[in-house]
């Protein structure tokens, strides 16, 4: 029983598996429960254009494989290893996500197939992205996390696929619901622009923050403008794209003119571009 | 990007920090030039667009764009369609078939939101046959949002 | 509580640490006093606002501030106000045309809250012109939050 | 400007509190920013009750005070310095929360100051805790982070009540939405009976996956029903209460009968269970 753990054994490297697949239910109920309890998130499972859903199942895994190389289970090491990582991801996502609705009563027997997979679909996105993360994360705790750093210092792609990350983790959780568009109706384009110069501000802040851990002193930083653009802009630009895609998945473009997918792609940047600065402080 | 000039004191203190001048790739700042270009475009697609266009009433027109017989009634499709830089909330869209100046039936449906220069599409299911009367969709009411 | 059980190891392990008891510097006191006055200035309002002003029945009115023709017909823009410290939601408005006794035409927005002492605009659209007809607007309706 | 740690110059006593600021603000944003974007949140602001509201502001202080002992800024010895802290997290969200609703002109020039206070004073809430939380968690990353746990290991009581906090944050975030009051209806008896039972589960997984983190074998464990009973079924009825109390806040429980009250309280206490049980791993 008290197999170490870089033992060869069978039983352990299953054991291991099995904490690391409660891990993955973990994480993919805490990071979609705000989703599960989203009515627009119910109502857009069944309303959703079946070519955008396509799509987005379609994004889903490679960017999982990518992510499981940052904050997987394991460090993995080939593509394979990935791919399986963000099939168990999936899985264990879409079981939490048909346990919870059906106790909700938002999916039920008798209901057509294609809600019922509408709606266990669009919420394996968020669960399956939060699995992966809680993999890393609650198994990180274990080993020194100077170590850990140094194993996952992610390049210059690695940083910016990471502010991806957080900015479609934090969009989808806000960008069905109606707030979004409401905002953006409700503000003047001043105030819109106001917003975007806050965003951008914030984000570098966090960019910033990342770059000095703790240190007051400022010797020989890189540069203010270097990291402003090589981070900050890219990133928001970044966000600002990935906010249109999930506006335009979940249908909120349909009829729209130009300032009205801007308007509201900078609402949704907001949360998304906190989310982006927070990712690369987070993982 | 190994750099070879990262000077010793500093390696062990963050190991996050990014190596600066000749460990920046071409690659980094290209992908900076098209982010700038992005953000610089939209800030001033809106501020353009503040500029130019000034806020007024909303001029809503609903007309319709098709009809069909179905089971439950006669489907009319209409579009609803903003000419305004204002956005109009819970807009009511009225349909009636009329006879001279009577009304034979009515339909009635609000849209929830109707955003400058768009277009909503929406229907109004009547019992009669719209042919065999005079069909009139025109909006009712709005709020602001 | 400044533990002499400490060991000596953990003191120089963080640099964050701050010496308990005199550490806390002039500004953080400014900023918790910013807090402070916020909470009481908070308080105090409430209190005051909850003493003074009793909820009774919602006391609404609704008046059109200007007419202007459009493609899609003749818009009243029209603003409700409550007068009350009653928060009336689903606020129903209505709008008439009238010549004499009779009703020409009819327009109805809802608003989904009208806040105590608030103003919210909207319009109402005829396809008659209100300047030839007498025309009435008043809130009809409203439920509790 | 390379004073060292231990140096007790002024200066860097003061950029450690404006460093400290700083994550505040960017902590009451990160935490309180799915509140700021809940439309309920606006229209709660303005029609909740007064005397509900003051309660709420009182609350939070002594809150604030304790949790300053688990992960303010720095390790609070004194009671005083704890209500220093909490009153500088409440500055800035306040600020935080002023800022971005004027943004997003849900508060605007010429609105009744009843309605613009009631709006801020209601994010404040939220945001003070994340501020308080990410002063902790941010800069704890210097640390190791088994030092860190020594230094932090709360008693009973203690995890108590860091199970509280998570309850009333998760809570907040979803209490005032129209879900909770909409799935209490959906569903029928059984499912909420079900849905209690599997918080219950979850929690228990949760407490379970603390006491022994990431470890096989289980030798020595202080016994099923001694965990069950001190932290599940302790923490569920903690999460209960809060759920209640939040709901009553918000106004959902006017007129209602004893079922509806209980029923409301279990679907929020869901993801409630799910944040307590939670901030015991995290916090």
Redesign the interface.
């Known amino acids: 029983m008290t197999t170490g753990a870089g033992s060869r054994a069978n039983p352990g490297r299953e054991r291991q598996f099995f904490i690391g697949l409660a891990r993955a239910f973990a994480g993919s109920l805490i990071f979609a429960l705000p989703m599960l309890m989203t009515m627009e998130m119910w109502w857009i499972g069944f309303w959703i254009d079946e070519w955008r859903l396509v799509i987005l199942t379609l994004v889903l895994i490679p960017l999982l494989t990518v992510l499981s190389r940052f904050s997987g289970f394991k460090q993995t090491d080939g593509l394979v290893d990935g791919i399986v990582d963000a099939f168990v991801a999936i899985a264990a996502a879409a079981v939490m996500a048909i346990v919870v609705l059906f106790i909700f009563e938002v999916i039920r027997f008798g209901m057509p197939a294609r809600e019922i997979i509408g709606k266990v679909a669009l919420q394996t996105f968020p669960g399956s992205i939060g699995a992966m993360l809680a993999r890393g994360q609650l198994s990180g705790e274990q080993q020194g996390s100077?170590d850990e750093?140094?194993a996952q210092?992610p390049?210059?792609p690695g940083e910016?696929f990471l502010m991806g990350v957080g900015a479609i983790f934090i969009g989808l959780n806000v960008a069905p619901t109606?707030e979004i568009?409401?905002l953006?109706?409700?503000m003047?384009?001043?105030q819109?622009?106001a917003l975007?110069l806050l965003s951008?501000i914030l984000m570098h802040a966090f960019v910033y923050a990342?770059?000095?851990?703790g240190?007051p002193q400022l010797a020989?930083?890189?540069?203010f403008w270097?990291?402003f653009?090589?981070f900050t802009?890219?990133?928001?630009?970044?966000v600002?794209?990935i906010s249109a895609y999930l506006l335009w998945t979940f249908g909120r473009f349909?009829?729209?003119?130009?300032?009205?997918v801007?308007?509201a792609?900078?609402v949704l940047g907001f949360p998304g571009a906190i989310g982006a600065a927070a990712a690369r402080l987070i993982l | 990007?190994n750099a070879p000039t990262k000077?010793p004191p500093?390696k062990s203190?963050?190991?996050?920090?990014?190596?600066?001048?000749s460990t920046?790739?071409k690659w980094?700042?290209v992908?900076?030039a098209?982010?700038?270009l992005?953000?610089l475009g939209?800030?001033g697609?809106?501020?353009y667009?503040?500029l130019t266009t000034e806020?007024k009433?909303?001029?809503?027109?609903?007309e319709a764009i098709r009809t069909e017989p179905t089971r439950g009634g006669h489907v009319v499709q209409f579009r609803a369609r903003n000419?305004?830089s204002t956005?109009?909330?819970?807009l009511?869209i009225t349909g009636e078939l009329r006879q001279g100046s009577s009304v034979v039936e009515r339909s009635e449906i609000t849209l929830?939101?109707l955003?400058?220069?768009?277009?909503?599409?929406g229907g109004l299911i009547f019992q009669e046959d719209p042919a065999r009367y005079e069909l009139r969709i025109?909006?009712?009411?709005?709020?602001?949002?």
Not at chain 1, 220 to 223: A, F, R, S
Not at chain 1, 233 to 238: D, T
Not at chain 2, 138 to 145: I, T
């Open positions: 100077q750093e140094i210092d390049s210059y910016l109606e568009v409401l953006s109706y409700m003047g384009p001043w819109v622009i975007a951008l990342v770059n000095f851990p240190q020989e930083d890189p540069g270097s990291l653009m090589r802009v890219v990133g928001y630009a970044i600002l794209l349909e009829g729209a003119d130009l300032e009205e801007l308007g792609s900078i | 990007m000077s500093r203190e963050s190991s996050r920090q990014i190596h600066p001048g920046t790739s980094e700042w992908a900076a098209c982010g700038l992005l953000v939209t800030l697609y809106i501020v667009y503040a806020a009433i909303p001029d809503i027109t609903a000419h305004s956005t109009a909330a819970g009511q929830d939101y955003p400058p220069f768009s277009e909503r599409e025109a909006p009712k009411a709005y709020r602001e949002p």
